[in-house]
């Protein structure tokens, strides 16, 4: 059984070390993808998503282009 209780901000320490920790996992699963996909890769990265944009930049994505557009779906990014 889960019991749900409303965020406390004490969580966030808690948190944010859970998501340190699946961050190697995404590095692990990005260059698994990157090995099996050949030479040409695009990926999209939202303005402000400093984390996504060094994790991609670390393992050899360069900046072709930016655009500015909305978000379908979720026009408040």
Known sequence: ???LRNYNSDDWD????????A??????LLQHAIN???KTLST????????ALNLHL????????????K???NESF
Not at 44 to 51: F, I, P
């Open 1 to 3: 059984m889960i019991h």
């Open 14 to 21: 808690a948190i944010a070390a859970i998501h340190d920790r």
């Open 23 to 28: 961050r190697l996992d995404e590095q692990r």
């Open 36 to 38: 099996r996909c050949g």
């Open 44 to 51: 999209h990265v939202l303005s402000g998503n400093d984390v």
């Open 58 to 69: 670390s393992e050899g994505f360069k900046i072709i282009k930016t655009k500015t557009r």
């Open 71 to 73: 978000l379908n779906g």
